[in-house]
Every structure is written in C-alpha cells, then in structure tokens.
C-alpha cells in the first residue's frame, strides 16, 4: 500500500508524504469505530462503486456514489462534501478525466481530492498531481487502510482546507490588532490593549468587562446583532460575523469576526476595521500569480458583507466565471502562454468590475481558470446579470499573448445573498452549482441559481442518498394500475409501479424514483429491485387475480447489459412465474442509442414466451424506426396522445394515424392515461383493444385490485 499526499502550484499541503509498501492484502476488516463526523463522502467508482460505498458508510460516513462522470462536478458540490474520492483502479485515464473535472470545485470549496491507483499506475502519479488530486492511496489495500487514509484526509481538510471556510475566524489581516474572547460560562469578555484603546473602555478591571456591559458599549443596534451572531455561532459552531458603526464615528464600520472553541466554552474574535472604500485589495492574502485576492480573501469578503447590517435587498452578489476548457491552452500552448492569458483575464476583470458603482468589490482566483467577483452592498439580481454580461463580452474578447491571438469562451454562475446564508461557504457552494452547470450547458454561458432551485437540487441530493438505503431495507413497494379490455370492460392485467413512502418527502411515484436513481447512478438496481419484487409478489396474489397478465419494466439500461435477457429470464424463473404471462414494457425514449441491441434483446425475450411491449409511445424521437426495427407485441401510446383524441382535427389525425400503423403491424394498441368516457368511447371507434387510466383505477394495492377485479370481471 502506498499512501500520498501532493503538493502543487494549487494548494500548499502541510503533511509530508508517507509511504508504506506491503506486499500482500491482508484480511478485510470492516471498522465498527465511526467517524465522528457525519459528514457526507463524494465517492466517483468506475468498478466497485457498491463496495466502496458499503465500506465508507459503516465507517461513519454518508457516502454519495456515483460510477459516471456525469454531473460529477455538480453532484460533489451540492453533496456539501469536504472530500471526493476517485477510484482510477482498472480505469486510470478515466479517472485523470474525473480528477480534472473536481479539482477546481474541489479547490474552491476547501475540500481534498483523494484518488485511489492500482500498483501498476504509481509511476503515472506525477499525472494525477498535475491533474489536481491532493492525496493518493495506491493497492494493495485493505478497508481498514482504506479508512485510515480518509481520516487523515478529513484531518488534512480540517487543519488546512478550512482555513478557506474560516479564514475570517483563522488568518486575521497584518493590520488587524483589536480582538476578544468571552468566556461563556463566567460571562466575561477579555478584550486586548489594542481594542481596549480603540472603544476608550475606562470599566475594563484587567482587561476583562461583563458581556451586558460589553454589548452597551457597542450601542444598542450593534448589542441585537451581537446577541443574534452569538446564538447563530453557538447554535450550528459554524463561524459567522457581524458588523456596526464605531461608536462616536458613524461613518466608520467595525466588524467582528467570530468563532467557536471545539469545547464550545469560549468565543473568539477578532476586530477589523474596513474603510468605507473597502475592496479586496485590502486584505492582506492575494493570488501568486495574478496579484488579485485568492480564495483565502474571498471567504472573508464574503463572511464580511454577510456580517453587516444592511437595508432591503440582498447583501451581496457572487459571480463564478471560469474559463471554459482552459486545458486546451496549456496543452495547445505551453503553462507560460496559460499564465499569462489569466493574468490578462485578471486584469480584465478588474478594470470592469472597479469602474462599477457598488462601494464594496471583489477579484479573487480561486482556482485554475476559476474567478470570484463579488458585489455589495444590495445588489440585484438584475445588476449581477448585467455584470455577468460585461464580464463575459470583456472575456471572450482575442487575448493577444507572445504573438499568439487566443479566443475563449467563458462560463459564469451567478447567486445572490439569501436571509438563510450563514457564512461564505452557503455562497459560495451555490455559486459553484451554478457555474458548474452553465458548464453542462452549451447556448447560455450564464446561469442563476436561486433559492428554490437550491431548495429542489438539495432534495434532489437528500433523495439519491436515501434511494440506496431504501433499497437495502426494502422500502419500494409495488402498486398495480389495471390494464382493461375495451369491448368487454373486464380487467385482464396491470401494470406493476414503484411507490416508495418517503419519511420526509411523502409519497414518491416511479417518475420521481427513477429519475433519483438515475442521477445516482442506482438505476439498474432500483429497475432490478422492482421487476423481482413485482414478479415474486404477483406469485402470492389471491386467486381471482390469478389469471391477470403482469406487465413490468424495463429500462434501457438494463438491456444495456451483458447478460440481461439470461438474467431476467433466471428471476422470473426462480419465483416460478410463467413467461407466458409476463409482458416486458420498454420505455421509448431509453432505446434512442442503440436499437440493434434493443432489437435484439427484445427477439430473445420474445423467443422465452414472454411479450413485448413499447411504452410511451410518441414521447421519443425515433418512433417510426422502433416499430419497423422492434420486435414487439403491444404498442402502448403516450398519455397525452391518448388525451389528444378529443382535441383538434389535427390532433386526432395523428392519434388515428398511430393506431392505424400499430394494427397494420400486428401490434395490440393499449392506451395510457385514459380519464374520460369521451375519450374511451373515440379510443375504441379507432381500434384501440386496452386501456388504463384514472377512468379506470390508479395505480392500487393488492386488496383494493382485487376488489376492483370483482366489480368489473
């Protein structure tokens, strides 16, 4: 096993590199002993995904898998996680791939990016420090190291990576000398020469005053919002600030700095002083290269703008502008040509955003070809988009560099201060999001992340992680939507669906299920999950339910597998269900990319006895070519195409066309979503067989199906 850490020109690492070489894997040993943490894990596995995942989640951590790199960026930033780690094991250049996707957001969000590398690919590290990694473990190894190395990278992140999320309670400027403590239990505050001289404090007995007395000092307003920052800090030990005139001098502004002792008996700060014309350039940290502020100061730009008291409107703006594919000009023209293109882009943005209005700005690199620009106090989200537009025109303009003329294209994420921000991090991980996706996109390069959307994507995370443990403890249950017969109303088979009751979020249909599943990469085993529980629970059904036809699901990326069709045939055959009742349902819109194999699969299938059907009919882009290239028995039309037969003329044109086409083929025609009588009735005067829909039942447990199959059968 070899155990790393890295140093480069993206962050200052303060561990020495270890190493130890052992020549054999040893037993596995699953540690009991948690972390003491909670904290959520970014976990990026091309092969061992579940196992990794398994053995991170008993060590105490909630661990977000994923084994592609999809969304990876924007699915470690939201996850909140302060460390990702990458397996490259089996698959070393997809994980440079992946590393070079994470490093910036990685960097910016004062995380570590640990990477795990087979024995034969330590003589390419040099590869994946340039890549931006901060740590590497290499095999062999077993689960015990394998957590032990994450605890030191956790550490690391702490004693290092924090400093970004608290650099304000951390690394107090060279100019800045006032600072006090409060000793909560004795309820003194212990003030320093310095700010003792500056408040002309004559009640001070040896540098100590009563906390009351302290906040009167400060003046009334300044005392509320003392007493509000000490119970924000004492409620979450998440450092935060807050600001008020000096007394006797409203046109200076002091702000307070404030953090809290892992005992949590002692409250620290430190007093800056900001002049009015305050800007980035004022803080003592700055970027190496470029001469503009760095991460360091960009935190506490923002820690300090959060902490000061202020009228209606957001307190801040936030712009993350990046370069898009910057890579390519290293590669294409050498590190020196890169260098100097960003101290360009630096200077550029500094002429902008400085002949701005606002009284309070910000220029900081964060990482890479990642910048900050920060606006105060109340702006709008109309000025930030303004600023935004500026800034990308001003960017993608030709920079000229050692005769070369380089034209790039830019990327920028813009968010605005909401009441419930506690401190930079809230900021700036919601700006990372939305640069990460005006990334994803290719027409707008400027994206807006507001509050709602925040809202949504952290129930969209919340969702993903406890997906996976609803498949470990059972949680999905099956409901059955009939499948009618038109001209005998009689109830033949249904259709079996995901419902999972959600402790928080209620209950959750199949839609919202796998579209979970799939941003996490456990579509497979959710669609494994419910086609085995649906077959094996159709065996136990009552007998008047017992000559229904079971439909069930199947994605595309199931079929995508090797052994698919041998696989499902072995679960229908092990719960001892007869093919020749079981319907195979196909989503359209999954079988765009390779319909060879779709066809294929689907001939196997129907070679088994068991029936095919296409579903969603007419929500895809490729219907025509499923039914000439498809091996199918039912054609099962989309919901709103089924609604459209009481439309417009044209409408109802294409419903009769699809119907017709489907029964020149052979094809059963079943209709989705059917509500109305009306419906119903034009449905059958065009030759369509089966229905189901609300007209009928939604989707319902075993009882109330079988209640449902003694009224209409």
């Not at 009284?359 to 070809?369: E, H, Q, S």
């Not at 093919?579 to 294929?600: F, K, M, N, Y």
Request: hydrophobic residues 45%; proline residues 3%; negative net charge.
């Amino acid at each position: 096993m070899w155990i790393g850490t890295l140093h480069s020109g993206r962050c200052a690492l303060e561990y020495p590199k270890i190493a130890v070489h052992r020549s054999f894997l040893g037993p596995i040993v699953i540690s009991t002993f948690a972390s003491s943490t909670g904290n959520p894990l970014f976990l990026l596995s091309f092969r061992q995904r579940n196992e990794l995942a398994t053995v991170v989640e008993r060590a105490g951590w909630a661990p977000i898998a994923a084994r592609r790199m999809d969304k990876a960026e924007r699915r470690f930033i939201l996850s909140g996680a302060r460390i990702a780690v990458v397996d490259s094991r089996g698959a070393f250049d997809d994980g440079l791939a992946a590393i070079r996707i994470l490093a910036d957001p990685v960097e910016a969000n004062a995380a570590a990016l640990l990477v795990l590398v087979s024995k034969t690919d330590v003589a390419r590290i040099d590869q994946v420090l340039a890549a931006g990694a901060t740590h590497y473990l290499a095999s062999p190894f077993g689960d015990q190291e394998l957590i032990q190395t994450l605890r030191f990278v956790d550490r690391y992140t702490v004693r290092v990576g924090g400093r970004y999320q608290h650099a304000a309670a951390r690394v107090a400027p060279e100019t800045v000398r006032q600072t006090w403590k409060l000793d909560r239990g004795a309820g003194q505050v212990a003030l320093n020469p310095s700010l003792t001289a500056l408040l002309d404090v004559s009640l001070v007995e040896e540098g100590s005053i009563l906390w009351p007395d302290f906040l009167q000092l400060l003046g009334e307003k300044a005392g509320e919002e003392a007493g509000r920052a000490l119970d924000k800090l004492t409620g979450n030990g998440q450092p935060t600030a807050f600001a008020h005139d000096l007394p006797g001098a409203s046109h200076e502004r002091m702000v307070h700095h404030l953090t809290l002792d892992e005992d949590g008996k002692t409250v620290r700060a430190w007093v800056e002083l900001p002049d009015e014309e305050t800007d980035h350039r004022n803080i003592s940290e700055s970027d190496y290269l470029t001469g503009v502020g760095d991460v360091h100061s960009a935190h506490q730009w923002i820690d300090t703008q959060l902490g000061a008291e202020r009228g209606d409107g957001p307190k801040l703006a936030l712009l993350l502008i990046s370069l898009h594919r910057f890579e390519r000009i290293n590669q294409a023209y050498g590190s020196a040509t890169g260098d100097a293109v960003l101290q360009g882009m630096a200077r550029r943005i500094e002429r902008l955003i400085f002949a701005m209005p606002m009284r309070a700005k910000l220029v900081a690199r964060l990482a890479g070809a990642e910048f900050a620009i920060g606006l105060a106090p109340s702006v709008s989200l109309e000025e930030a988009e303004f600023a935004a537009r500026q800034l990308v025109g001003v960017l993608e303009k030709p920079f000229i560099t050692d005769d070369q003329v380089i034209r790039l294209k830019t990327r920028c994420g813009i968010v605005t201060s909401e009441d419930g921000d506690e401190n930079a991090a809230a900021v700036m991980r919601r700006a990372s999001v939305a640069l990460a996706e005006a990334r994803d996109g290719e027409t707008h390069p400027i994206r807006v992340f507001g509050k709602d959307e925040e809202g949504q994507a952290e129930r969209d995370s919340q969702l993903e992680i406890d997906l996976r443990h609803a498949l470990d403890r059972d949680e999905i249950e099956i409901l059955y939507q009939p499948q009618v017969s038109i001209t005998s109303g009689k109830i033949v088979g249904v259709e079996a669906l995901a419902r999972w009751q959600h402790p928080v979020f209620g209950e959750l249909g199949a839609i919202a299920l796998f579209a979970a599943a799939e941003r996490s990469d456990y579509l497979i085993e959710l669609s494994q999950h419910v086609q085995k529980k649906a077959v094996e629970t159709a065996m136990g059904w009552p007998s008047a339910l017992a000559g229904l036809r079971l439909s069930v699901n199947v994605t595309a990326a199931d079929m995508a597998e090797e052994d698919f069709v041998d696989r499902f045939s072995e679960m229908v055959d092990d719960a001892g269900f007869d093919h020749a009742t079981l319907t195979v349902e196909v989503t359209e819109s999954g079988l765009i990319e390779d319909l060879g194999i779709a066809a294929e699969c689907l001939a196997e299938l129907r070679a088994s006895k068991f029936r095919v059907a296409i579903d969603d009919f007419g929500t895809g882009y490729s219907s025509l070519a499923y039914l000439k290239t498809l091996p199918l028995d039912y054609l099962k039309i989309d919901q709103r195409l089924s609604q459209d037969i009481t439309g417009s003329a044209r409408d109802r044109i294409v419903v009769t066309g699809v119907i017709e086409m489907a029964r020149s083929l052979g094809l059963s025609v079943i209709a989705e979503g059917v509500e109305t009588e009306e419906q119903l009735s034009l449905l059958a005067e065009q030759g369509c067989e089966l229905y189901q829909g609300y007209l009928c039942a939604p989707p319902v447990d075993i009882p109330a199906l079988e209640a449902l199959v003694a009224g209409h059968n």
